[in-house]
């Protein structure tokens, strides 16, 4: 792992769960710091991780590496021109992890010519199970690339993107996608708990049956719709609940859903970069 300092700007959720998987992958936290106005947050990411915190984003930044911009997508324009001098004298590398906001856009509040790759991470990162997609600008030579692809893999999986509009479908799937995958569970649960189960064991059998599928799907050779049909006898349990699913047009429901996020990522694009 590299021994490169990487500061955060904004410690909320994302930084926090980016921070809790470069730690657990064995980067030092002295090398890691996350500059975040909320004092309560703040003190949290030092007492659970050993890193540095500050209150100041101008003296996080000092000497980085990398600054990985992990503020809300509208705070991103005002953060970006208060540190694209500081960024651009010590050369840095930018990683812009938020929702819709292009490279152009940041590049130009940073001041200009600046390597900066767009990521797109995701919760999971917390337990290093996270999927991030990488974008980089043209300004981003081989050695920074490396390390935007080392920092985001201490969270997880990583994959490069060729062309930066492909990051609104990416933003809708893998971005947003656990809450979806969260509120099947939570639908799952309460289903099993109408039909007479504690909520215990039906949480217990909702998880484990979410994770064993899911890593079933990823081990195995067969496609997904393979394994789903393993799991279905003809007339039997499994058929009548598909039956429910498909009745409520599940795939459709998923591709609005997606080309709703996909859109709102692709709008805050637009909004945001017109600042
Ligand atoms: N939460 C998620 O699952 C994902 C979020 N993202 C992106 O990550 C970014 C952050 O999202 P979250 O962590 O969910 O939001 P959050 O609201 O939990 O974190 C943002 C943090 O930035 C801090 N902040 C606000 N203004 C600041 C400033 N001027 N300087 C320094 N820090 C400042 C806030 O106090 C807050 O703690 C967003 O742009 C979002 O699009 C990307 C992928 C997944
Ligand atoms: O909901 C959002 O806008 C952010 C981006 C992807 C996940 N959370």
């Known amino acids: 792992m590299s021994e490169k300092t990487i500061a955060f700007i904004g410690g909320g959720n994302m ?3 980016l921070i809790g998987g470069l730690v657990a992958d064995g980067h030092p936290p002295a090398a890691l710091r996350a500059a975040e106005p909320d004092a309560e947050r703040r003190e949290a990411l030092i ?12 003296t996080a930044v000092r000497g980085a590496d990398a600054v990985i911009l992990a503020v809300k997508p509208g705070e991103l324009a005002g953060v970006a021109r208060q540190l694209g001098g500081q960024i651009r004298d010590q050369q840095s590398l930018v990683i812009s992890i938020a929702a819709g906001v292009r490279s152009p856009n940041i590049a130009e509040w940073l001041g200009g010519d600046v390597p900066v790759v767009r990521a797109m991470p995701n ?11 990488l974008f980089a600008n043209p300004s981003v030579g081989p050695e920074q690339r490396d390390l935007a692809e080392t920092t985001l893999r201490a969270a997880g999986m990583v994959v ?6 492909q990051m609104d479908a990416v933003t809708a799937l893998s971005g947003s996608g ?13 289903a099993a708990e109408r039909l007479g189960l504690d909520s215990d064991t039906a949480r217990l059998l909702t998880l484990e049956t979410a994770l064993g599928a899911a890593r079933m799907a990823l081990e195995a050779s067969e496609e997904p719709a393979l394994l ?4 279905t006898s003809p007339g039997g349990t499994t058929a009548a609940a598909l039956a429910e699913l498909e009745g409520g047009d599940l795939a459709g429901l998923y591709e609005r859903a997606l080309r709703a996020a996909a859109g709102r990522a692709h709008e805050l694009g637009d909004e945001l970069g017109a600042q």
């Open 47 to 58: 007492s659970d991780y050993g890193i540095q915190g500050f209150e100041d984003n101008a």
């Open 15 to 17: 930084a926090r769960s």
């Open 178 to 190: 656990p809450a979806y995958f969260f509120l099947t569970m939570e639908a799952m649960q309460a």
């Open 160 to 165: 490069w993107l060729p062309d930066e509009t």
């Open 123 to 133: 919760t999971p990162a917390l337990i290093q199970t996270g999927a991030t997609a």
């Open 228 to 231: 789903r049909r393993r799991v």
